[in-house]
């Protein structure tokens, strides 16, 4: 089945800074590849996604950049926040299943 | 709210015991999604259902099963507990099967004891 590696485990940024995380994903099947955020006690949310015919994407603070020759995509935080401490999931499809990363636990000091 | 209502919010169980967990998806969603989450292994997939009928099977214990029902919700029922079984299990539900988003629920805590 897919393996999706994500790193790192643990990021701590200070206000205003950039923060990437990156993943990489073995199925080369794999067409897209969404980036959830999961804060303190909630089920994890949607910020961001990007499919297999486009190599980035941007959405106000949030990028994401993918490589499939490489087999890897990256989530990039520009301006950060306090309020984007949280625990962050890169996933990629496989078949029918969506495949998680570990996490990265992302926290933003003012 | 994601629209998506799981319930127990918390469980506490022994040893060897069963328990169901209950999953309503979102309005108009055919797709649910059971996660298993736990300090170090992240979300695991375990289960993909689309419109009453498996259709993604990941690291599923077989102590583990589960359903979708005619009118959507699904249920997880895990069996033979042990500690280890301790996690936060999600769902989830889509509108399609794996390339769309996901909406997940707040989560049902399961604590064996």
């Known amino acids: 089945g897919e393996n999706v590696e994500q790193h790192p485990s643990t990021l701590s940024v200070q206000e205003g800074d950039s923060a990437v995380i990156k993943c990489t994903y073995s199925d080369s099947a794999s067409n897209y590849f969404p980036w959830y955020k999961q804060e303190l006690g909630k089920g994890p949310q949607l910020i961001i996604d990007?499919?297999?015919?486009?190599g980035e994407k941007k959405d106000q603070r949030i990028a994401v950049t993918l490589n499939k020759t490489a087999k890897h995509f990256s989530l990039h935080i520009t301006e950060t926040q306090p309020e984007d401490s949280a625990v962050y999931f890169c996933a990629a499809n496989s078949g029918y299943a969506l495949n998680f990363g570990k996490g990265t636990s992302l926290l933003v000091t003012p | 709210d994601s629209g998506v209502t799981q319930t127990p919010k918390h469980l506490i169980t022994a040893t060897g015991q069963r328990v169901t967990l209950r999953c309503s998806p979102r309005s108009g969603d055919l797709s649910v999604y059971w996660y298993q989450q736990s300090l170090d292994q992240g979300l695991q997939f375990l289960i993909q259902y689309y419109n009453g009928e498996e259709r993604a099977k990941g690291n599923i214990l077989e102590r583990f099963s589960a359903q979708q029902f005619p009118d959507l919700h699904s249920e997880l029922n895990l069996s033979s507990l042990e500690l280890g079984d301790s996690a936060l299990y999600f769902c989830a539900s889509s509108v399609s099967h794996n390339t769309g988003e996901l909406f997940f629920g707040e989560g049902s805590r399961l604590t064996v004891l």
């Open positions: 990007i499919r297999s015919n486009v």
